[in-house]
Every structure is written in C-alpha cells, then in structure tokens.
C-alpha cells in the first residue's frame, strides 16, 4: 500500500504503522500531528476507542467499515459515518459512538453498498486453541470462503 500511495502521489509523506492500538499505544500511533489517519481496525471497541482519540485531539480520519469481502468497485462510498447504510459495522460503531460518547457523525467512513454474498468463517487455529485466555488479533481474524480484492486494495 505504501509504495502504491507514493507513486500515485509522490508528494505525500506516509508514515505507516502496522500496530495494535489501545490506550497505551494511543500516543505512539498519534503523535507527531499527522495531517490524515486512516483507520483500518476490525475490532469494534478498538475501533471506537481509536476514532475517540482522533476527535478528541482533532484529527483528520478516514475510517473503513463494511468493505471486506466485497468485489464490486463501483459500490464503494465515502461518507459521513450518520450517511452509511446496509454496514452493520458502521451502524454498530455509529451506535456507540453516539451512546458512549456523545460523537453524532463528523467522521468519513469508506463503506460498500454491496450486499454481503458469502459468510465470513471464524478462525480457530492451533494457536487460537492454546492460547485463547490471552488478547490476540487471533480472536478477531474472519477469514473469506474466495479470494478477491481486499480493503486496504480499496482505500488506494
């Protein structure tokens, strides 16, 4: 993504972070003023915490919803996260966004308006067996039954 980025603009200065984000990684993730975050977070309570964050300190941010597992390019959106529709992501953020923070809209988020053909399956390999009293992104993997484009494909 980053090299793709630069070559369709070569102009920007991307700082890519490949982290988990929590309360104690906020400052790290979101120090330096950038001028754009984009959010790419599948979990929902992190991904409420982070866009929390983002607001409070004023920041430009772009949050991908309920684009995974899509194929058809032409029904990608962005609009404001009140606008989305037929994303239950969004409509669960959004929901608590409003209930536990008081936050009614104000953030783009990038959305599909394609209807979820297949059924995501959860991921429960080896390591999710042995360690499943411990956090891990394991918890959170969904894994697509074909191949096809990818969000972070879609965000460029």
Not at 106 to 121: D, Q, R
Not at 140 to 147: A, D, E, G, I, T
């Amino acid at each position: 993504m980053l090299g793709t980025s630069c070559n369709i603009f070569p102009e920007c200065q991307i700082d890519a972070r490949e982290l988990l984000y929590d309360s104690s990684s906020e400052e790290e993730i979101l120090s330096g003023n950038p001028d754009f975050v984009l959010d790419c977070i599948e979990n929902i309570d992190t991904k409420v915490s982070f866009l929390v964050a983002c607001v409070r300190r004023g920041l430009n941010v772009l949050s991908a919803t309920g684009a995974g597992a899509r194929t058809d390019l032409t029904r990608i959106r962005v609009v404001d996260l009140r606008e989305s529709t037929n994303d239950p992501l969004s409509r669960s953020v959004r929901h608590h966004l409003r209930k536990d923070y008081g936050i009614e809209g104000g953030i783009p988020v990038v959305f599909s308006l394609e209807k979820l053909k297949v059924k995501l399956h959860s991921f429960k390999g080896p390591s999710w067996e042995e360690d499943k009293d411990k956090p891990s992104y394991l918890d959170k993997v969904r894994l697509l039954p074909f191949k096809g484009p990818t969000r972070r494909h879609w965000l460029i």
